[in-house]
């Protein structure tokens, strides 16, 4: 499974951003997908995770109310629509996907959010 992301980029505080995640290889539609993320000098962190049916995990507490993670098995494609955004949001932002645990990482998409 080759996971591509996409959808990073400069935004001001307050901005919305949505991003998107391309599977190929094989179909997703029955793995567990996810989105992480990993600012600068800091450790790789969870973000929310949607299963094969659509129930989510999730998102964490300091980005519920403000990130959604969809997903569209049809297209082999996952979202994480990301609203309200602050200059603590700036990171690489990573998708993932497995069954169990997340075996498959896609090479990340920068978001930076300008105060």
């Known amino acids: 499974v080759q996971l591509q992301a996409s959808g990073g980029g400069l935004v001001q505080a307050g901005g919305s951003l949505r991003l998107s995640c391309a599977a190929s290889?094989?179909?997703?539609?029955?793995?567990?997908m996810g989105w992480f993320r990993q600012a600068p000098g800091k450790e790789r962190e969870f973000l929310a995770s949607?299963?094969?049916?659509?129930?989510?995990?999730g998102p964490v507490d300091f980005v519920k109310g403000r990130f959604t993670i969809s997903r569209d098995n049809a297209k082999n494609m996952v979202y994480l629509q990301m609203n309200s955004l602050k200059p603590d949001d700036t990171a690489v932002y990573y998708c993932?996907?497995?069954?169990?645990?997340?075996?498959?990482w896609g090479q990340g998409t920068l978001v930076t959010v300008s105060s």
């Open positions: 949607i299963n094969w049916s659509g129930s989510t995990t």
């Open positions: 993932a996907a497995g069954r169990g645990s997340f075996q498959y």
């Open positions: 290889g094989r179909t997703v539609s029955s793995y567990g």
